[in-house]
């Protein structure tokens, strides 16, 4: 059983940064492809980045490409979103997730999946 716990979220300007962090407990992330998702009130979740367990692999929605980057320290048995450029319809709470196969946008094919981390994006 793998427990995720998404920390890094907060009030920011629009133009600004972030870096939100998925911490591993449990059991090391290191065999497990990592997902990063967001919900905007009334929204559907949508996946924003995923890494592979490598993490030579990494994908992105079209919307941050550019902006948004995942990565992955397995000694600190954390996962990463860095998140640049932030705009107003970035605002959400994000999600990590996580699957013993390889990376894929589809939410129902993460196994785990933590409990969320506000964003909030101040124009």
């Known amino acids: 059983q793998v427990q995720l716990v998404e920390s890094g979220g907060g009030l920011v300007q629009a133009g600004g940064s972030l870096r939100l962090s998925c911490a591993a407990s449990g059991r090391t992330l290191r065999g497990y492809a990592v997902g990063w998702f967001r919900q905007a009130p009334g929204k559907e979740r949508e996946v924003v980045a995923a890494?592979?367990?490598?993490?030579?692999?990494?994908s992105y929605a079209d919307s941050v490409k550019g902006r948004f980057t995942i990565s992955r320290d397995h000694a600190k048995n954390t996962v990463y979103l860095q998140i640049n450029s932030l705009k107003p319809e970035d605002a959400a709470v994000y999600y990590c997730a996580a699957r013993t196969s390889g990376i894929t946008a589809v939410a129902s094919q993460y196994d785990y999946w933590g409990q969320g981390t506000q964003v909030t994006v101040s124009s």
């Open positions: 890494i592979s367990t490598s993490g030579i692999i990494t």
